[in-house]
């Protein structure tokens, strides 16, 4: 099974999420390349896509939702999972699960939408993102939880070889 996963990220914190979940699926034994969504240009090489974005002002970066639309019909063909990342703080905020992943779901006919907890660091971040993120009082920190990031890799991993390879 030929796995494909790829995440939108504005500062680093989701493309590393896609990577370590890339990692995770190697260990599990599948074969798996992590490309950034705007690099893709074909789906034809695999069988399963596993795709995330970082979420600013509740909505995924732009490239994954390009990707979505470059691609909707082959992502609607094969197993898809996808995840959010974001929320930040103790306790984790927003609550509320982005939009883009509720309506992703249904159009991409996609098996879960996973949403995990982000990143801020304010050396990362414009002067117009320090303002903004002052304001709201954001609090800096790694909020990303790497055994959960396992644990749904490790699901995927399982539904996967499971999954009957259609050639």
Do not use: C
Request: negative net charge; without cysteine; aromatic residues 8%.
């Amino acid at each position: 099974m030929n796995v494909l996963v790829s995440a939108a990220s504005k500062h680093g914190a989701t493309r590393e999420i896609g990577e370590a979940i890339a990692g995770a699926l190697l260990a599990n034994g599948l074969d798996v390349e992590f490309v950034e969504p705007e690099r893709v240009d074909s789906l034809a090489p695999y069988e399963a896509v596993i795709l995330g974005s970082g979420i600013y002002a509740g909505r995924w970066l732009e490239p994954a939702r390009r990707f979505t639309e470059r691609f909707h019909a082959e992502l609607r063909s094969r197993p898809v999972w996808i995840f959010s990342s974001g929320p930040i703080g103790e306790p984790l905020a927003p609550t509320e699960e982005p939009a883009d992943g509720r309506r992703l779901m249904r159009e991409l006919d996609a098996r879960e939408h996973r949403v995990f907890a982000g990143r801020l660091n304010n050396a990362d971040l414009g002067w117009v993102e320090r303002t903004i993120t002052g304001m709201l009082k954001a609090p800096n920190g790694d909020f990303r939880d790497w055994d959960a990031i396992r644990g749904w890799t490790d699901e995927i991993a399982l539904a996967l070889r499971r999954e009957p390879v259609h050639g």
